[in-house]
């Protein structure tokens, strides 16, 4: 059973435009959501993470959204530029004693100049 | 920074053969994480550890099995390496719970 769901296996944008990559969770347990960036032949990096005590978080051009009703959260890039062309995978953990992260599947975003 | 270090970026080895892949953080973190990555399936958990001498499995342990003697070392060893064990590994650490996961940058592992 896929706890967290990255529906989209890839998306491509215009360098400039917004790129939206979408996640849906199904375990209600999950209270922290974090946003990885990977390379290819690199670790994941992490970019941008949120509480489930708040709906939105920004950081520079990311910008993360949390709906916790419909179990679904976001990442925005603003402008996207050719150098976020990566994997993003989302992420999500009961917090507390529990530190084990479950990851989705990924999106490859591919920005084109 | 943090700095998650993987001992080997890349590693050729024969079914059958023992194989060790080591991990070492810098950051004093109690919890290290071992994920294997593969196309179309994500991240996936294999084994964590939350102190020294302390482990747990992780949804995907079957083949593996891990050490851990020191707080900054975390080793996750394939006793009898598969093919199917042909995949990119991942070593993470952590502070505390709930926090953010810093990793290393792959180990690819080919088992021929």
């Known amino acids: 059973d896929q706890q967290v769901k990255q529906n989209s296996p890839s998306l491509s944008v215009q360098e400039g435009r917004i790129s939206i990559l979408n996640c849906d969770y199904t375990n209600s347990m999950f209270d922290y959501f974090l946003w990885y960036k990977k390379y290819p032949a690199e670790g994941p990096t992490f970019l941008i993470s949120i509480s489930s005590i708040k709906d939105k978080n920004e950081d520079g051009r990311f910008t993360v959204f949390l709906n916790k009703s419909a179990k679904h959260l976001s990442l925005h890039i603003v402008p996207s530029q050719p150098g976020d062309s990566a994997v993003y995978f989302c992420a999500a953990t009961p917090g507390g004693s529990n530190y084990k992260l479950t990851f989705g599947k990924g999106t490859l975003l591919t920005v084109n100049p | 920074d943090v700095k998650v270090t993987q001992s080997s970026r890349y590693l050729v080895k024969r079914t059958g053969e023992k194989v060790f892949l080591e991990c070492v953080q810098d950051m004093d973190h109690e919890n290290m994480f071992w994920y294997r990555q593969d196309p179309g399936l994500g991240l996936r958990l294999i084994y964590f550890?939350?102190?020294?001498?302390m482990k747990e499995k992780g949804d995907i342990p079957e083949g593996y099995s891990v050490s851990r003697e020191k707080k900054e070392r975390f080793s996750l060893i394939l006793e009898s390496a598969s093919t199917n064990q042909t995949s990119m590994y991942l070593c993470?650490?952590?502070w505390g719970s709930g926090n953010t996961i810093y990793f290393g940058e792959g180990s690819w592992l080919t088992v021929v």
């Open positions: 550890s939350y102190d020294v001498k």
């Open positions: 993470a650490s952590m």
